[in-house]
């Protein structure tokens, strides 16, 4: 049974910085592409970072030059360094694992930055 557990999450005033970490189990981790979403109240969930099995990563334009997403195969985690936070990025975030037949999501972490 695949499972995806966030921590990290927190209240930070805008400026400061967060890490999201998240730990997979039941499954073979490196084969998978990984990302970290959001939803914020009232809006649809959206595509933060993303990177592939290789390495390979993605940003939304919004968090570009601010947010970095890694990967340790070994621990079987995937890591989201937000610095600079904005008011803006309030949301619940969310850890994504996508395979060739199948997609997990994490349970969601409550990132809040005050202003």
């Known amino acids: 049974q695949v499972q995806l557990v966030e921590s990290g999450g927190g209240l930070v005033q805008a400026g400061g910085s967060l890490r999201l970490s998240c730990a997979a189990s039941?499954?073979?981790?490196?084969?998978?592409?990984m990302g970290w979403h959001r939803q914020a109240p009232g809006k649809q969930r959206e595509l933060v970072a993303g990177?592939?099995?290789?390495?390979?990563?993605n940003y939304a334009d919004s968090v570009k030059g601010r947010f970095t997403i890694s990967r340790d195969n070994a621990k079987k985690t995937v890591s989201l360094q937000m610095n600079n936070l904005k008011p803006e990025d309030t949301a619940v975030y969310y850890c994504?694992?996508?395979?060739?037949?199948?997609?997990?999501w994490g349970q969601g972490t409550q990132v809040t930055v005050s202003s």
């Open positions: 039941g499954t073979i981790f490196s084969s998978y592409s």
């Open positions: 990177i592939s099995s290789g390495g390979n990563t």
């Open positions: 994504r694992m996508t395979g060739v037949m199948s997609t997990y």
